[in-house]
């Protein structure tokens, strides 16, 4: 330390005033003398004093002093170890021996041992300056020594701070790099390991450039040019991929900072956060959200944007057409309901593979809802490629498929439209294309339909109809017909099948095929069987009552398979047939497969019920659904009513007529009734008879016709003159 730097130093640390002392000496008259020689030199002091070690060391414990001043011979010690007790003590002061005389060794061993100066007692016109000196002194160390341990003390900081910052980025999560400008890597800290599975050693001096991914490497390589002219801003480089030492691709997010100018960096600090999970979900949610999660196929958020997007580019290019094909699975509820929902899934995922099938390159297929599914054909340039698809769609659904050991026949009703200047929005498309599915459906599914503009009419119509079919029962607009059923040997009339239609005021009859769907849905059709059913037993009751033997021997009426899930089923056919007084073996219930589809132990329970009570059971529209012959000796059956589309094919191919043959053939083995349904042609009659039929039904003997009608015909029946209708 310069003399100068002392000075200063100690003029800020002056010596304190008044200063307190403690006088080691037990001869009261040299006491004496010290404080006179302090007292002249204008010191201003306190004091204690102490003559033996046993007060020096208590005084020494109970206060603060800032010199001692001892002399040699003490009583029982001495001044060297007055000296070493001060050490013990922890006060560092000035130790300062005032002695009459002091022998060569002593003095030497006292110097040795630290005292900070000597005095004799016959000099003590020396003591003030002595004392003050030592004191300077003794306050420069102390200011010395309270500097080096700041300093210290400032060293460790740094050193704890650098190395609380290398700690922080060698265990960053991001990745910490400086880059040269020229792109190549000056430092890379350790998670590029984790990260990016190399050691940061291996990368060094390395161009960083060779672990961007191709695609992004001149967006990254453009970003290092704008940089360049950059300083000290931090600057966002947004999505890139790199690397790994695995050869996978990781997304990262950077923010890049040119410290080119600052020596300890001289390059861009780059902090590269890993992305590749967020980037990751992001993309799986925007899958998700276009995607329909059971089929995989596009929902109906990504086919309204397409549709959307395809009507905007018709307007703009007239020529450019494309069609719509909206289809709907035919009986899937009965399926869905019947089978479980499990099951349901199922079929619709093999559908929906089926239906890939279809399609080319470029069009798109979406599941729309539940059973419905939406293909969007570009490139279309008349209807009829449209309807080639939509009759190679009937052909994939064909084959029967096998679900839980059952084979299940689905088929689809499609409704076809195609693009046009009058269409702004996804959702007039998709509602004509609907109404056209809906008209397939009602011309009795597996078919498609041509959207015509009068179909829109009709849609809205469907929409009053649910409401209008409540009203119906309680306003009795129901009204039962009767099919008659003939001995295809006698022609004579055996019997007759209701058939409920409905007859709102004022407008034409409405056949059950349009409302019948609707009412199983809703569950209105218990309430409508029911009814149909008391209609048609009063009915044959009183035909009995006035026709008699030439009455028909039973009555058909349809049960709805939604019936069944009504334990009770049974008691309440009973109590409707027994209250209108016709006997029980007259009544024939009509079902049709679907009802084994549903919990068959339960089904066939009630079944077997009905017929130990005489009420008889017969199998309607035979051969079109889950065809197994097993049903007919597996549940109790009187009769069975092969469908109408064998009937009509009758004499056209062998395989129908060996399958016609064979359920005459099984009919017969097993003593149930057969009736063929849809006769329509003479030649049907003579080929039935042959195959072993015994009766049947149709256009060729009759339609459906009102109780009236029908009444007419048995007065006919009675003489034997049935005349043809
Ligand atoms: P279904 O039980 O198969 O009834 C036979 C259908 O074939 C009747 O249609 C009948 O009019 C029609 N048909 C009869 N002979 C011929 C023919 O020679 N050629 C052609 N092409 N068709 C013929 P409808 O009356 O329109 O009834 C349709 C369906 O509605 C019935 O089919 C039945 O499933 C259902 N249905 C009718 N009434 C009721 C009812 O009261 N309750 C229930 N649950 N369903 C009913
Ligand atoms: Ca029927
Ligand atoms: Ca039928």
Not at 155 to 176: G, M, Q, T
Not at 410 to 430: C, D, F, K, R, V
Not at 443 to 458: D, P, Q
Request: hydrophobic residues 40%; negative net charge.
């Amino acid at each position: 330390m310069s003399s100068d730097l002392l000075k200063s130093t100690l003029s800020n640390n002056e010596v304190k005033s008044p200063i307190h002392l403690l006088l080691l000496e037990d001869v009261p008259e040299d006491i004496e003398l010290i404080l006179l020689a302090l007292t002249n030199a204008d010191l201003e002091f306190t004091y204690d004093t102490a003559e033996t070690a046993s007060l020096y060391t208590l005084k020494l414990e109970e206060n603060r002093y800032d010199a001692v001043l001892a002399d040699y011979r003490l009583p029982g010690f001495n001044g060297l170890q007055a000296l070493k007790i001060l050490q013990q003590s922890g006060q560092k002061i000035p130790f300062i021996l005032v002695t009459g005389s002091l022998g060569e060794e002593a003095a030497v061993a006292c110097m040795k041992a630290g005292i900070t100066d000597y005095l004799l007692k016959d000099r003590l016109f020396r003591l003030p300056n002595i004392l003050q000196r030592s004191l300077e002194e003794f306050a420069l160390r102390r200011q010395q020594q309270q500097a080096l341990l700041e300093q210290q003390k400032a060293e460790k900081a740094l050193r704890d701070s650098e190395k609380r910052f290398r700690s922080l980025i060698e265990n960053a999560i991001d990745i910490i790099l400086i880059v040269s400008s020229a792109g190549e890597f000056r430092y890379v800290s350790p998670s590029v390991k984790r990260i990016l599975g190399y050691s940061p050693n291996r990368l060094k001096d390395q161009p960083l450039f060779d672990l961007i991914h191709p695609e992004d490497q001149q967006r990254i390589k453009s970003f290092f040019n704008r940089i360049k002219n950059t300083t000290n801003q931090s600057i966002p480089i947004s999505e890139f991929r790199v690397r790994t030492h695995d050869n996978n691709w990781v997304m990262l997010d950077a923010i890049a900072k040119n410290l080119e100018d600052d020596p300890a960096i001289a390059g861009f600090v780059i902090n590269c956060h890993d992305i590749t999970e967020r980037h990751h979900t992001a993309q799986q949610l925007r899958y998700d959200a276009y995607h329909d999660k059971l089929t995989g196929l596009a929902n109906r958020t990504a086919l309204l944007h397409e549709l959307e997007h395809a009507i905007i580019q018709h307007q703009r290019r007239k020529d450019d057409h494309f069609a719509l094909l909206f289809l709907d699975l035919d009986r899937f509820k009965v399926i869905n309901d019947s089978l479980g929902h499990l099951t349901g899934d199922q079929l619709l995922q093999e559908m929906a593979k089926r239906l890939q099938q279809c399609h080319r390159q470029g069009d798109m297929l979406a599941r729309f809802g539940g059973d419905e599914f939406v293909f969007l054909l570009r490139d279309i340039r008349e209807m009829q490629e449209a309807v080639v698809v939509a009759e190679r769609i009937h052909q994939v659904l064909q084959p029967p498929l096998m679900l839980n050991n059952r084979e299940i026949f689905m088929s689809a009703s499609i409704g076809i439209t195609i693009s046009g200047e009058h269409y702004h929005h996804p959702e007039q498309m998709l509602r004509d294309a609907d109404a056209a599915m809906y008209r397939a459906k009602a011309k009795g599914r597996a078919c498609h339909e041509i959207f015509v503009s009068t179909m829109h009419l009709s849609a809205l119509k469907e929409l009053h109809l649910e409401n209008d079919l409540r009203q119906a029962l309680q306003r009795q607009e129901l009204v039962v017909y009767y099919q008659p059923i003939f001995d295809l040997e006698t022609e004579k009339i055996v019997g007759a099948e209701a058939l409920v239609r409905w007859h709102p005021p004022g407008k034409s009859l409405i056949p059950p095929n349009d409302f019948i769907p609707l009412a199983e849905e809703t569950g209105l059709i218990i309430e409508i069987d029911r009814w149909v059913l008391k209609c048609a037993c009063q009915q044959l009751y009183q035909w009995q009552q006035t026709f008699q033997k030439f009455a028909p021997h039973f009555i058909s009426v349809n049960l709805s398979p939604k019936q069944f899930s009504d334990a009770s089923l049974k008691d309440k056919i009973t109590e409707i047939v027994d209250k209108t007084g016709l006997e029980r073996q007259h009544l024939k219930l009509e079902i049709t497969e679907t009802v084994f589809l549903k919990n068959s132990h339960a089904v066939l329970g009630i079944l077997s019920e009905l017929q130990e009570l005489n009420i008889q059971i017969c199998l309607d529209d035979f051969g079109t659904g889950y065809s197994s012959l097993s049903y007919l000796h597996r549940f109790p059956l009187n009769s069975f009513k092969i469908d109408r589309s064998f009937v009509i094919h009758l004499g056209q191919t062998n395989k129908n007529d060996a399958i016609v043959r064979i359920v005459g053939t099984l009919a017969h083995e097993l003593q149930l009734e057969l009736i063929a349904e849809g006769v329509e042609e003479g030649y049907q009659i003579e080929a039935l008879k042959k195959l072993g039929y015994q009766w049947g039904q149709g256009y060729y003997f009759s339609p459906p016709i009102d109780a009236q009608a029908f009444t007419l015909l048995l007065e006919k029946n009675r003489y034997h003159v049935v005349e043809k209708i």
